[in-house]
């Protein structure tokens, strides 16, 4: 018996091992979501239906259809193949509903979901806030429960349907989403113990009817008008999110609670004690005075402060900071201001002639300077970082010759810039995946592109010479339209 025929037999002997088919079946499948028409369930519920329930749970394997039109809602109630289905999105206008008919012909027309057509088993469901009007009951099988934001329309609106489906949530439900500018029109809403997220931003008139599990907090944000709704926040403190409408006083102190606030504007100046210590994200958007140190909370990790412009000293940043956000900032930038573990850093108006040694942080992955045009030619390389799983981005306004030493060891970038000199050299750097935009066409020459890269995506750049792409790329994309195709090696895919 040769080699290949022991292997075929010794795979059939382990296929037919029904656990042992069902746990590579379930591992090759983990995490995938399946977009189903009735077509498709008709053509492949064989298939569809090997999934065991409690496996698409653990593995995380979707089955998701589509409401577009009446004839999807048809197709979904009279499908005998519809119990394969784990997760139902429902487009904008479209009804939930068989005997309406006549209901089309009325002017205007009233939006239905008769609920009892959802099957047993279905674990999500998704659609947009508008005026609804419900009948029925959801499936106790519901986990998911998600109701998007209509952007076509006005806050404050009432939707009957989340408030039939409120006053009696499902049972298991582990997740609800509650777009910001709806009515909760129900004296109470009882979230189920097994409910681990709920996301929803209202003063605390929408927020009062929600009864709340023991020890439990969610990721809600209360709209703060008024000292009745900062009364409230404050005996309630499942709600760690705040956002202030009106001009906020500083001198008055915040609820202990709280890990996020977002001020449009303030009055007066911060002073230590105001802010929360559990505080991880402030956004002020009005706000110029002089920072002190121990002002901000030793545990903040976002930071967006759009309108100051006063000199950064030691200490004014709390080392947790990740995120920094400072869109008029045009002042000298001092060594060792910024966090060690920045990651992010954003100043649109910076524009100084250069980053001295020791300001910017090896640990950035996305850096945004939309004015600076200046040199990098003292600060230390990038750590080949990542950015929140996506490529590590730089934005200038021009691209100084010195973002190579900034760029040294990074093997992935995007790079966006409105101009580039003459005078770039990549070639020497640790690039592989450049994906590379500048708003001013600029024409390539030798040695701008890295050495071994193997992938490149480039918008408002033009190849006129011959050997400007290495030999080791093998992906290039670009938006020249006349490409000369001579001009690249023969081993590289061209995507336009």
């Known amino acids: 018996m040769t080699i290949s025929t022991t292997n075929t037999h010794r795979f059939y002997s382990l296929w037919r091992n029904r656990y042992i088919r069902d746990c590579i079946r379930n591992n090759v499948c983990r995490d995938i979501l399946i977009d189903a028409t009735i077509e498709y369930l008709n053509n492949n519920h064989r298939y569809l239906s090997l999934f065991a329930y409690n496996d698409k749970v653990e593995y995380n394997i979707i089955i998701q259809f589509r409401i577009k039109n009446r004839n999807d809602v048809i197709g979904y109630v009279n499908n005998k193949h519809r119990d394969l289905i784990d997760r139902i999105s429902i487009d904008i206008g479209e009804d939930v509903a068989i005997d309406n008919d006549q209901q089309q012909q009325q002017a205007p027309r009233v939006i239905r979901y008769d609920c009892n057509l ?26 998911k429960l ?20 409120l006053a009696e949530l499902p049972p298991k439900l582990e997740l609800l989403y509650l777009p910001s500018g709806l009515n909760i029109n129900v004296s109470t809403c009882r979230l189920p113990d097994t409910l681990n997220y709920f996301n929803f931003q209202g003063t605390h008139e929408n927020l009062k009817p929600f009864i709340v599990p023991p020890n439990k907090v969610f990721d809600c944000t209360i709209d703060i008008k008024s000292d009745q709704d900062l009364q409230w926040l404050a005996q309630h403190t499942w709600v760690i999110k705040a956002m202030f409408e009106t001009k906020y006083n500083a001198t008055r102190v915040l609820p202990s609670h709280l890990t996020s606030i977002r001020i449009h504007s303030i009055d007066g100046r911060l002073e230590k004690g105001i802010l929360p210590s559990s505080l991880t994200s402030l956004y002020i958007f009005d706000y110029n005075e002089p920072l002190e140190v121990g002002v ?12 100051y412009d006063h000199p950064l000293e030691q200490g004014h940043l709390p080392d947790s900071l990740t995120e920094l956000d400072l869109g008029c900032y045009n002042q000298p930038l001092k060594p060792f201001v910024l966090p060690n573990n920045l990651t992010t850093l954003a100043m649109d108006s910076f524009n100084q002639e250069c980053f001295q040694a020791n300001t910017l942080p090896r640990s950035l992955s996305y850096l945004q300077f939309w004015s600076f045009k200046g040199s990098f030619e003292h600060v230390s390389p990038l750590d080949n970082p990542v950015y929140n799983g996506h490529k590590p981005q730089l934005i200038v306004d021009s691209l100084h010759e010195s973002v190579a030493i900034l760029l040294q060891n990074v093997t992935t970038i995007k790079i966006r810039t409105n101009q580039i000199s003459g005078n770039v050299y990549l070639k ?5 995946n450049l994906d590379i935009h500048s708003v001013n066409r600029f024409s390539l020459y030798p040695g701008f592109l890295p050495s071994a890269v193997k992938k490149i995506i480039m918008k408002g750049v033009d190849i006129k010479m011959d050997n400007l792409i290495p030999q080791s790329c093998v992906y290039l994309k670009t938006d020249i339209v006349d490409l000369n195709t001579k001009l690249i090696p023969l081993t590289v895919q061209i995507v336009k």
Do not use: C, E
Request: charged share 15%; proline share 6%; no cysteine.
């Open 146 to 165: 998600t109701i998007y934001n209509n952007h076509k329309l006005r806050n404050n609106i009432n939707n009957p349907l989340v408030d039939m489906i």
């Open 296 to 307: 901000l909370p030793p545990g903040l990790q976002w930071l967006d402060l759009s309108d």
């Open 118 to 143: 959802f099957h047993q088993g279905l674990r999500s469901l998704s659609f947009y806030n508008q005026h609804i009007v419900g009948s029925g009951k959801l499936p106790d099988s519901i986990r």
């Open 428 to 432: 020497d750097t640790a690039i592989q």
